[in-house]
């Protein structure tokens, strides 16, 4: 029964996120399927194809929608617009740079620094991530909650009672996901 129970909600969380993306790129290619079947037109007048050409332009349409905005995304223009929507939108969302960051690194766009981790003493020490100084002694760090590490509490320690680990963000993540497992290897916290 356990075994039907952790297979059963293991097939949720596959499919939802994955639902999500199939309907996101269901409406888009819904938008964009009428202008390539006026392209469609414009190259086959006969329309005598066996195959129906407006899927692969719509298909084309989306990849070069998705390399126009990716070069916005990477102009001046862009960046300061994203940072605008950050600063002043998405500040709002309790742990959103933690998410961005390690949603980045795993599509392999790690351009953006990780955030060191370091153990602060709070009921005992705990896995933290430091964010900024603010003064030459006292600095910011966000302590995740887990298995949840979205979401946690801000802080500000001084220097001298935090100490530095050479876990990475992405190692410090999977082990407050998994409640503390794996981290016998105390060579990296200590």
């Known amino acids: 029964m356990?075994?039907?129970n952790k297979t059963i909600k293991g097939g949720?969380?596959?499919?939802?996120?994955?639902?999500?993306?199939?309907?996101?790129?269901a409406k888009v290619f819904a938008?964009?399927?009428p202008f390539a079947q006026k392209i469609s037109g414009l190259i086959d007048k006969n329309q005598e194809r066996v195959f129906d050409l407006s899927y692969i332009i719509t298909i084309v349409l989306l990849?070069?929608?998705?390399?126009?905005?990716?070069?916005?995304?990477?102009?001046?223009?862009?960046?300061?617009?994203?940072r605008w929507i950050e600063d002043n939108i998405l500040v709002i969302v309790p742990g959103y740079q933690l998410i961005k960051n390690a949603g980045q690194a795993?599509?392999?766009?790690?351009?953006?620094?990780n955030f060191p981790v370091v153990l602060v003493p709070v009921d005992g020490w705990m896995l933290a991530f430091l964010i900024e100084s603010i003064s030459n002694d006292e600095l910011v760090v966000f302590v995740p909650g887990s298995p949840n590490p979205w979401s946690g509490n801000v802080l500000i320690f001084k220097k001298s009672?935090?100490?530095?680990?050479?876990?990475?963000?992405?190692e410090a993540l999977g082990f407050l996901k998994q409640t503390?497992?794996?981290?016998?290897?105390?060579?990296?916290?200590?």
């Open 2 to 4: 356990n075994f039907l």
């Open 12 to 25: 949720i969380f596959f499919i939802v996120p994955l639902t999500l993306l199939v309907v996101l790129f």
């Open 31 to 33: 938008v964009l399927k």
């Open 63 to 82: 990849f070069l929608l998705c390399f126009i905005f990716g070069l916005a995304a990477a102009s001046a223009f862009g960046k300061a617009f994203v």
């Open 106 to 113: 795993a599509i392999g766009l790690d351009d953006t620094k």
């Open 161 to 170: 009672e935090i100490k530095e680990t050479s876990l990475t963000q992405k």
């Open 180 to 190: 503390g497992m794996g981290l016998q290897d105390l060579k990296k916290v200590s």
